[in-house]
Nanobody, 123 residues
Framework: QVQLVESGGGSVQPGGSLRLSCAAS????????FAWHREVPGMEREMVAV????????KYGDSMKGRSSISRDNGRNTVYLQMSSLKPEDTAVYFC????????????????WGRGTQVTVSS
């Protein structure tokens, strides 16, 4: 059974930092790309950061570019999202997403979502 379990969310004051973790089980971790997405009720889920299966490539969404850093530890089957200079508009549920692309790279053949962790930025 595949599980992606997010942790590290919580309440923080503006300007603060948080590190989210996503612990994966039931998959061959090193074969999966990972991403963090976030969602605010009533709005579309948006991509925050992506990291490739080998950890060599990262990509960031505009919303947290320069204020976040995604990383992975293949030995611990865990992906991290370090967030800093947090703003009230960063308040959202943050989801971990794991996916594998087809050999051609043109499509996603397998993907999984975690249940999310709430991040609240408020004074």
């Amino acid at each position: 059974q595949v599980q992606l379990v997010e942790s590290g969310g919580g309440s923080v004051q503006p300007g603060g930092s948080l590190r989210l973790s996503c612990a994966a089980s039931g998959i061959t971790f090193s074969q999966y790309n990972f991403a963090w997405h976030r969602e605010v009720p009533g709005m579309e889920r948006e991509m925050v950061a992506v990291i490739s299966d080998d950890g060599e490539t990262t990509k960031y969404g505009d919303s947290m570019k320069g204020r976040s850093s995604i990383s992975r530890d293949n030995g611990r089957n865990t992906v991290y999202l370090q967030m800093s200079s947090l703003k009230p508009e960063d308040t959202a549920v943050y989801f971990c997403y794991a996916y594998r692309r087809s050999p051609s790279g043109l499509g996603i053949i397998t993907d999984y979502w975690g249940r999310g962790t709430q991040v609240t930025v408020s004074s």
